[in-house]
């Protein structure tokens, strides 16, 4: 099998990206220091002690390293990076003083409305059930604004643990690599994107890793989010993706996690960005697993879903099918049993009668 992407070895475009970010990691800490970007801790953290946070600027350096020494510059690309660059500032911003949820929400549309009206990007139809569905306009631009924006988000909510996003980023990428080299679809946008960012997330990881010497940050986990909702779109506008359930499928922890997040605090009368202790990952410590257990259990979960991803494409769909059902059943016991959507009142004990003397 020729493991080549425009030109370069598919290795050689994995290593130098993750060599620039893991040497980009201390710089960027660096920086996180001298500019007070620190997590502290409160009661809704794990960490104990105040964290720098600005990894997501050795990410994007190794990003744009890979970009200039692989990518090819089309309007595409500039549109990308265009938006990249107002992910990124934003989130440096919130990682150095937060902002409101309002500011971050419009500048994330800035970003998504490059990326749609100028590079074209744009979700036109979906083939789902057997069935293509087609977005007239102005739909199909108010769906993959509001695609892009929603995976954006989905990344940086379930940033909460060492090594959490970057792990999941990390698989996403990967899979969507081996995907592209199965349908033979290796010289698109989306294939080389997937292995920049491939590199420069595991380089990052290297250090965030419990116990993690740096966080990502909002400069980190957006651009994740921006970068994977991006992929996506490139790769089924390529036929990369035969269908966007696909890279869905990868991203269903994520996007479980968001969902039932938005529904907690709907239920409880809370603004949807009102941040809590109740995410999947939260839900698995309470149940006595320890920090790197919890990251790694979600890991293997997020590959048996990539798996279901994979053996679709190479048309086994009933094994990816029985996959799905049985991971689906898995994520649904976990909602029954723990607090990610309900609370349960844990601390009610069968009181017995006392003996009057």
């Not at 499928?249 to 809370?270: E, K, M, S």
């Not at 979960?301 to 769909?317: E, K, P, T």
Request: charged share 15%; hydrophobic share 55%.
């Amino acid at each position: 099998m020729n493991l080549s992407v425009n030109g370069h070895n598919v290795f050689l475009v994995v290593i130098v990206t993750f060599l620039a970010s893991a040497i980009l990691v201390p710089l960027a800490k660096k920086c996180a220091i001298h500019t007070n970007a620190l997590d502290i801790p409160n009661e809704r953290k794990v960490h104990t002690k105040p964290m720098p946070r600005m990894g997501g600027l050795a990410i994007f350096g190794a990003f744009l390293l890979g970009y200039m020494l692989f990518a090819r510059s089309t309007y595409q690309m500039i549109s990308i990076l265009i938006g990249g660059f107002i992910i990124v500032f934003t989130g440096l911003i919130d990682d150095i003083s937060p902002i409101r949820a309002k500011t971050k929400f419009l500048l994330q549309l800035a970003a998504a409305c490059v990326v749609v009206f100028y590079g074209n990007i744009i979700i036109d139809h979906v083939d789902m059930l057997g069935l293509n569905i087609v977005f007239p306009v102005p739909i199909n631009y108010i769906i993959t604004l509001l695609f892009i924006v929603a995976i954006t988000n989905a990344i940086n909510l379930i940033d909460g643990l060492d090594g959490l996003s970057s792990g999941i980023a990390s698989i996403y990428f990967l899979t969507i690599a081996v995907i592209a080299f199965i349908l033979n679809r290796k010289e698109g946008l989306d294939t080389i994107l997937s292995l920049i960012m491939l590199g420069s997330t595991l380089g990052f990881l290297l250090h965030n890793f419990h116990p993690a010497k740096i966080f990502m940050g909002d400069s980190g986990s957006l651009f994740l989010g921006y970068t994977i909702s991006i992929i996506a779109l490139l790769g089924f506008k390529a036929t990369t993706l035969t269908t966007l359930i696909i890279p869905i499928v990868i991203l269903a922890i994520p996007i479980f996690d968001t969902g039932l997040a938005i529904l907690r605090r709907l239920l409880n009368g809370q603004g949807i960005a009102t941040p809590d202790k109740e995410h999947f990952h939260f839900q698995l410590l309470k149940m006595r697993f320890s920090v790197p257990a919890t990251v790694l259990v979600i890991y293997g979960i997020n590959i048996l879903f990539a798996s279901v991803s994979v053996f679709f494409v190479l048309g086994d769909q009933k094994l990816a099918i029985g996959i799905y059902i049985v991971l689906m059943l898995l994520l649904l016991f976990l909602v029954i049993k723990t607090d990610i959507l309900f609370q349960h009142n844990h601390d009610k004990k069968s009181k017995k009668p006392r003996k009057k003397a």
